[in-house]
């Protein structure tokens, strides 16, 4: 299972980073996806990352303020959150692709082993 740290309160146009690690399995051998939750709403996608780190896919709702990365060696993907807005707020999920480590996608039911995520709050 995943585990995702990193939430909290954020002011309208700052910035969080959250980060999603796994204690029983390498990250690196899989696409890893971040999804949100808000409040009475479906779980969307945020954004996800191949193995390797080189191909991600981005929600439009967060492309030029959202920066998914891994640093595989420390069995790490992180989502940076910059200029943040109200509609940010929600639990975030990561999860891991089911079909591999080369590509991935904006579908939630590719993805298993997710964690119990961590809430962002966007309020001044």
């Known amino acids: 299972q995943l585990v995702e740290s990193g939430g909290g309160l954020v002011q309208p146009g700052g910035s969080l980073g959250l980060s999603c690690t796994a204690s029983e399995f390498r990250l690196g051998i899989y696409a890893i996806g971040w999804f949100r939750q808000a409040p009475g709403k479906e779980r969307d996608f945020v954004a996800c990352?191949?193995?390797?780190?080189?191909?991600?896919v981005d929600a439009d709702s967060v492309k030029g303020r959202f920066i998914i990365s891994r640093d595989n060696a420390k069995n790490t993907v992180s989502l940076q959150m910059n200029t943040v807005q109200p509609e940010d707020a929600g639990t975030y999920y990561c999860a891991r692709f089911l079909y591999g480590s080369t590509w991935c996608t904006e579908t939630e039911t590719d993805y298993e082993a997710w964690g119990q995520g961590t809430r962002v709050s966007v309020s001044s």
């Open positions: 990352i191949n193995g390797e780190g080189l191909h991600t």
